[in-house]
């Protein structure tokens, strides 16, 4: 039986940086993509817009570690060699974590985050009441 659920988009999303800690200037495309890569993967499925982006031009890049969180591949590159692209509200973040960061060598479209919840869940009041809270502080 398909899940029923509901979806509200809250905000557009821009993908402006790149994290790591090798490089402290902004970078070429083909360097850009001689590194590995820790990616934020939602579903199993799915392409990035990175990815629809660079098979677009014919490149590829190499992804070393999938993962189910932007906030997760902060962590993941600290002491490595990977290159991680994050959302650019997370700059501050990443940055407190003693990790560089520069804008993307070409750019991509900014795509909207969604709240996801399950139908049955639509009139709980705590339900009602985190959905409005992340709306508003959008």
Known sequence: MPVTVSVRPVKTCPVSLVLMELIDEGVP?????RYPHAIAQFRA?????ID????GI????IIALRSPSFMSNITAVVGTKLIATLLSRLESIALSQGLLS???PFLIPNFNDSLVWHRRTEADPSGIWLRRLLIETR
């Open 52 to 55: 629809v982006f660079l098979k």
């Open 58 to 61: 014919g490149r590829h890049r």
């Open 102 to 104: 520069f804008p993307l």
């Open 29 to 33: 495309l083909d360097e850009y993509l």
């Open 45 to 49: 499925s799915s392409s990035s817009p």
